[in-house]
Nanobody, 124 residues
Framework: QVRLVESGGGVVQAGGSLRLSCAAF????????MGWFRQAPGLEREFVAA????????VYADSVKGRFTISRDNAKNTLYLQMNTLKPEDTAVYYC?????????????????WGQGTQVTVSS
């Protein structure tokens, strides 16, 4: 059984930074393709960033490219999302996701393990 637990969300002013963490329990973390998604009220869950395990390849949504950085620490079974220069439109519940796959996975339906989400609110 795989369990993902996000933390690090909160309220921040526009232009500020937050770092989200996603701790994984169970499974073989080092073999997971990992991703971050977000969902704003009334909208569908959308892709934010993904990272492969085999090559360290990262992929970002255009809306966050240059501002967000995804990283992982396999020794700690933890995935991170460093978010800088935050904007009000980044406000959403952020979810981490995992799947046993070799590449960086950007498709929501491919992931089969999800965390419960952490709220990020960016005030203007």
């Amino acid at each position: 059984q795989v369990r993902l637990v996000e933390s690090g969300g909160g309220v921040v002013q526009a232009g500020g930074s937050l770092r989200l963490s996603c701790a994984a329990f169970g499974g073989t973390f080092s073999r997971f393709a990992m991703g971050w998604f977000r969902q704003a009220p009334g909208l569908e869950r959308e892709f934010v960033a993904a990272m492969s395990w085999i090559s360290g390849t990262t992929v970002y949504a255009d809306s966050v490219k240059g501002r967000f950085t995804i990283s992982r620490d396999n020794a700690k079974n933890t995935l991170y999302l460093q978010m800088n220069t935050l904007k009000p439109e980044d406000t959403a519940v952020y979810y981490c996701a995992a799947v046993y796959a070799n590449g960086a996975v950007t498709t929501r339906s491919t992931y089969n393990y999800w965390g419960q989400g952490t709220q990020v609110t960016v005030s203007s």
